[in-house]
């Protein structure tokens, strides 16, 4: 099968909800010309025009508020915040307008929105570009918030967000853009809310999503060598969480490492350990072990910042700690 | 004038309606029947009235934490409403949103937001929206004077003046932000002067007066339709009670309203009306005495209808 990069699964997923419906259209700082921060709306500019692939000033509130009401009077915008640090000044309008509206107003509006956003560390970009936030958006009924690590999910999630007809936070991450995997050609979908299960083992569960799920794939592998067989499970998307397919592995192998870039402190893996606790806890071995970012804002030194953030070591540690 | 004996007779109908509604909502408050933030529009109904008479009905508008008044000039129900304000499983939002969260989207109300400044950037996404599908809509923002300090309010117009989006920013300037005057918040005297900044038409008028609302919002539509772009009009304006119930208005000084409520728009109209004689005396006892009639039934539909069942929790929250 043909293989190609996280950025161009994503390009090919808007250009062909774009190609299917004329109401969606892009909007975000320099997804024009300049193709996006990350290049992920490369030649969009060109092929669709600048009323549908739309560069904005740098007014993150006003690229996801004007998102909402055009999403609630018959459009579907995949806007684009450059980076998820810069989410926090359109905070107000994600979280306290497009969650809330469809209930507030008792079930009368719908908002198809997309905000595309990426996060993560690795680009000595420093504590204001390179945050793991997703957490925050966990917290919000009225969101769904997509965190895909494949090229194949990338695509498939990117196409079902943008039909969706409630507003989705999609978190990419800026080290998976250059990854490359296979995407088949032709029409298909990968379904919000379905977890995957990226190795099958039998030994230990490590649950994880994005980035980390590559780290984890590397950490198993390793650990196969050992004779620890890992089964890995990609969320793919952190609310609405799929609950099943992680229960069903833990009950399977009864020992838990979760894995997030995020911080330990009020994280989704905070979050996973608990639904572990509260519905398989007579299933599990052993507590359950999370292997989170240091509690500090990202440093720019490559020394530093690979210190704070999960890797395949600190996996690999995790998971043998439970077969002391 | 140009408009009809019927619309003119229309016109104040509607503000005695919003006027009306509004006592009862303050009644209902005081019995403890209304829980919760209920912040009355009355004095400020020349704004809404006047703007809403100028758009047509699938235009849209966005709404404020003091929204009671421009749901009713885009027509609301007023029972639906009442009920709405009462946590009733017959409201406009089956009682989840409440007094501050009224919308009738099939209206075009898109809603009322209780973050001031938070329908701001929302307006103008409608206005992207009707732009994009081209269909000679407008959408009319309503904000007070507070929400123009917002961050969200200078992206917006910036947003709304670089793409020229058909939408009227409506400021209800009634001098003050909960308890800060504008004086205090503003380095400026007159607010309209930003509308420079974003390249669109600031315009000032008298919001006591309905009629002046009316041309006004009439010729700003008028230009938002044939794709000049969007406008900054400011309503001088006053809410004649506190910003909330528990609001003793320490602020400002029994002198200052007296004055303002002889500027009643009600007031000013209806006698308007009766020196033109489009209305005499009996006319508007009439009139007054149907509003009346129309808010007590509104009244008895939301205490007889039913509060939701907690069945209706989880409903709502995904499409």
Known sequence: ?324 | MGETREELIGYLRKMIEIRFFEEKISELLNRGIVEGASHLYSGEEAVAVGACSAIKPDDYITSTHRGHGHCIAKGGDLRKMMAEVCGKATGYCKGKGGSMHIADIEGGNLGATGIVGGNVPVATGAGLSIKMRKTRQVALCFFGDGAMNTGGFHESLNMAGTWKLPVIYICENNLYGMSVSVDKAFPIKDITIRAKGYNILGVSVDGMDVLAVRHTIQDVVGRARSGEGPALVECKTYRFHGHSKSDPRAYRTREEEALWKERCPIKLFSERLLKEKVLDNEGLRKLEEDVKKNIEDAEKFAIESPFPGPEELCEDVYA
């Open chain 1, 1 to 324: 099968m043909r293989e190609i990069f996280y950025w161009q699964a994503l390009n090919e997923a808007l250009r062909e909800e774009m190609d299917r419906d004329s109401s969606v259209f892009v909007m975000g700082e320099d997804i024009g010309i300049y193709g996006g921060s990350y290049g992920v709306t490369r030649g969009l500019y060109k092929d669709y025009g600048p009323e549908r692939v739309r560069d904005t000033a740098i007014s993150e509130a006003a690229i996801v508020g004007a998102g909402i009401g055009a999403a609630m009077t018959g459009m579907r915008p995949c806007v684009e915040i450059m980076y998820i640090d810069f989410m926090t000044i359109a905070m107000d309008q994600l979280v306290n307008q497009g969650a809330k509206v469809r209930y507030m107003f008792g079930g009368k509006a719908k908002v198809p929105l997309v905000v595309r956003t990426q996060g993560g560390a690795g680009r000595g970009l420093a504590g204001q570009h390179a945050q793991s936030l997703e957490a925050w958006f966990l917290h919000v009924p009225g969101l769904y918030v997509v965190m895909p690590s494949t090229p194949y999910d990338a695509k498939g999630l990117l196409k079902s967000s943008i039909r969706d007809d409630n507003p989705v936070l999609f978190i990419e991450h800026k080290l998976l853009y250059g990854t490359k995997g296979e995407v088949p050609e032709g029409e298909w979908t990968v379904p919000i809310g379905k977890a995957d299960i990226k190795r099958q083992g039998k030994d230990v569960t490590i649950v994880t999503y994005s980035r980390m799920v590559l780290v984890s794939l590397n950490a198993a592998e390793r650990l196969a060598k050992e004779g620890i067989d890992c089964e890995v499970v990609d969320l793919r998307t952190l609310r609405p969480m799929d609950k099943e397919t992680i229960l069903n592995s833990v009950r399977k192998t009864g020992k838990v490492v979760v894995v997030s870039e995020g911080c330990y402190t009020g994280g989704a893996a905070a979050e996973i350990g608990m639904v572990i606790m509260e519905n398989a806890f007579d299933n599990l071995d052993c507590p359950v072990k999370r292997v989170c970012a240091v509690e500090v804002p990202p440093p720019m030194s490559p020394v530093l910042v690979n210190a704070m953030i999960p890797n395949e070591d600190k996996v690999i540690e995790a998971v043998k700690g439970m077969f002391k």
